[in-house]
């Protein structure tokens, strides 16, 4: 037997997937990285380590780690959203699911490169102007 097909149009399905995987990567980013949830994080970073059941430990360590995190962040948004990809039914979810935490760790892994470049680019120009700094009172002296 045949699974049946999505009848939304494939074009239509990948725009979903990179709006909803967006959504996915931002709430997976914001709770295992950002500021606003330091101290929960910092909370779960140490019972993941110290916690003596490993169920336990493993349980903590999903809030630390931004792909972990986002399987459930993901599974919350395919409740919310019943966006399936290519078939229809438990295998649309599935699919969706998977391709979801793909798309949200490219997004999370370029946001993460782009903050890395533009803090270098920020040392290299605290450098630049610490050194003129120093040249001008060099001058002065």
């Given at each position: 037997m045949q699974p049946a097909l999505n009848s939304c149009p494939l074009t239509q399905q990948l725009g979903f997937l990179l709006f909803i995987s967006l959504s996915v990567a931002c709430v997976s980013w914001t709770v295992t990285h950002?500021?606003?949830?330091?101290?929960?994080?910092?909370?779960?970073?140490?019972?993941?380590?110290?916690?003596?059941?490993?169920?336990?430990?493993?349980?903590?360590?999903?809030?630390?780690?931004?792909?972990?995190?986002?399987?459930?962040?993901?599974?919350?948004?395919?409740?919310?959203?019943?966006?399936?990809?290519?078939?229809?039914?438990?295998?649309?979810?599935?699919?969706?699911?998977?391709?979801?935490?793909?798309?949200a760790t490219v997004y999370m892994s370029d946001?993460?490169?782009?903050?890395?470049?533009?803090?270098s680019e920020k040392m290299t120009i605290e450098e630049q102007a610490r050194f003129i700094a120093g040249s001008e009172v060099g001058k002065l002296v």
């Open positions: 950002e500021e606003v949830f330091r101290e929960a994080r910092e909370f779960c970073q140490d019972k993941s380590r110290h916690c003596e059941p490993l169920y336990l430990r493993k349980l903590f360590y999903l809030f630390t780690c931004e792909y972990c995190f986002s399987h459930y962040v993901a599974a919350l948004f395919l409740l919310c959203t019943h966006f399936q990809m290519l078939y229809a039914g438990w295998r649309g979810y599935l699919i969706s699911e998977f391709a979801l935490v793909s798309v946001f993460n490169r782009l903050r890395l470049n533009l803090k």
